[in-house]
């Protein structure tokens, strides 16, 4: 059960493993499943695959810090008392991580959990060591041979202090505002919902399962033409937005509705092969509704950049290319603010830069081969 490396094949009992993890975690991160439930069902999918892997001490190993990683994260999610987080970061701290990436990701969920429960020493004393090793093996990493690069550590020092100085200004008594804390969650259920926002929250949940049940008429199959599709999810919008209400929620649902649709309506000309004229209208459909679940549409701009390349559609492509371009270049000038919310590191937009230009040349290259193909 080792720690998946890029580029190879999962199978056997690691396959069985991760499939039925992964069936597991979309169920236990619904709202309706409480943390003690999930933490249940995973000691259950633990015991299973450590019977499974025999006297095979290392698979055995591997599975429980996988199920303990998953209970941090679960943690962190659900929110359960603090020492339910604790005792998921002492069950990890015990079993060991399987590599720094790891130990990583999982010591930011912990000092998140810290935050959120305003106990920034506890934070503190796992990031502060953690930034120091991570300094010194940056280091390390300029030289050939090395098991992460060197743009690895540059993204996980600018993460993990970014965290870290949002505790030091927690323990001065300073209010993060991108910090979610119990004390205001609890402040902010505890003032009930106004009628406008109970019928938004209503609407919403009805559009989503309308929109999911257009989803589930083409997800497996791909039988239906990506024209009926679209129309489907157009249907859905009209419907919904003509039953909003007036005011500031309804304003904001109506907005959101728009933007999901458009963003259905791009994928969905992505799983059905669509014709590139359909990905340009969900494209400009995406564009003026604004990116829901994709915070600066880093994927989706991504995937319409390939597409116009696979189209042979350079002028698109470029369209989209120079001026991401030039935002990231810009946001790279800019100096670093304190406590800055989080969000792409400057290693990240390093890398994005690169892939971009990159991108931008083959896309240059296409212009000067002649005419884009309709």
Same mark, same amino acid.
């Given at each position: 059960?080792?720690?998946?490396?890029?580029?190879?094949?999962?199978?056997?009992?690691?396959?069985?493993?991760?499939?039925?993890?992964?069936?597991?975690?979309?169920?236990?991160?619904?709202?309706?499943?409480?943390?003690?439930?999930?933490?249940?069902?995973?000691?259950?999918?633990?015991?299973?695959?450590?019977?499974?892997?025999?006297?095979?001490?290392?698979?055995?190993?591997?599975?429980?810090?996988?199920?303990?990683?998953?209970?941090?994260?679960?943690?962190?999610?659900?929110h359960p008392?603090?020492?339910?987080?604790?005792?998921?970061?002492?069950?990890?701290?015990?079993?060991?991580?399987?590599?720094i990436d790891i130990e990583c990701n999982t010591s930011w969920r912990y000092a998140d959990c810290c935050a959120y429960d305003e106990r920034p020493d506890e934070g503190l004393a796992v990031l502060e060591p953690l930034l120091a090793k991570l300094?010194?093996?940056?280091?390390?990493? =300029?030289? &050939?041979?090395?098991?992460?690069?060197?743009?690895?550590?540059?993204? +996980?020092? @600018? %993460?993990?202090?970014? #965290?870290? *100085?949002?505790?030091?200004?927690?323990?001065?008594?300073?209010?993060?505002?991108?910090?979610?804390? =119990?004390? &205001?969650?609890?402040?902010?259920?505890?003032?009930?919902?106004?009628? +406008?926002? @109970? %019928?938004?929250?209503? #609407?919403? *949940?009805?559009?989503?399962?309308?929109?999911?049940?257009?989803y589930n008429t083409f997800a497996k199959s791909k039988g239906r033409s990506f024209a009926d599709v679209a129309a489907d999810y157009r249907r859905v919008e009209a419907e919904f937005t003509a039953r909003a209400g007036e005011g500031k929620a309804f304003e904001e649902c109506v907005r959101d509705m728009r933007a999901a649709t458009a963003e259905s309506i791009f994928m969905a000309a992505e799983m059905?092969?669509?014709?590139?004229?359909?990905?340009?209208?969900?494209?400009?459909?995406?564009?003026?509704s604004g990116f829901i679940s994709d915070g600066k549409g880093w994927v989706h701009r991504g995937m319409y950049v390939e597409i116009c390349l696979a189209s042979n559609e350079p002028e698109a492509g470029l369209a989209v290319v120079e001026p991401w371009i030039a935002e990231i270049e810009g946001q790279l000038q800019e100096p670093k603010k304190p406590l800055q919310p989080p969000g792409h590191t400057r290693a990240e937009l390093g890398r994005k830069l690169e892939e971009l230009h990159e991108l931008r040349d083959k896309l240059m290259a296409k212009r000067r081969g002649g005419e884009p193909s309709t």
């Open positions: 059960m080792g720690r998946l490396k890029h580029g190879r094949k999962l199978e056997g009992e690691e396959l069985a493993f991760v499939k039925a993890h992964g069936k597991l975690l979309v169920e236990s991160l619904k709202p309706c499943r409480n943390f003690a439930e999930a933490v249940e069902d995973f000691r259950k999918l633990e015991a299973e695959f450590v019977e499974r892997a025999g006297d095979d001490e290392f698979d055995v190993t591997e599975t429980r810090r996988r199920i303990a990683e998953t209970i941090l994260l679960l943690a962190q999610d659900k008392p603090f020492e339910a987080c604790r005792d998921a970061w002492n069950d990890l701290v015990r079993l060991g991580f399987s590599g300094e010194r093996q940056f280091q390390d990493a =300029r030289g &050939a041979g090395a098991e992460y690069p060197a743009h690895f550590y540059e993204h +996980e020092i @600018e %993460q993990l202090a970014n #965290l870290r *100085d949002a505790l030091l200004a927690q323990k001065r008594g300073e209010v993060v505002p991108w910090l979610e804390t =119990r004390r &205001a969650d609890e402040a902010q259920q505890s003032t009930p919902p106004t009628p +406008e926002e @109970e %019928q938004e929250d209503a #609407l919403w *949940d009805e559009f989503a399962s309308a929109r999911r049940a257009v059905l092969g669509a014709p590139f004229a359909a990905w340009r209208e969900g494209w400009d459909a995406l564009v003026r």
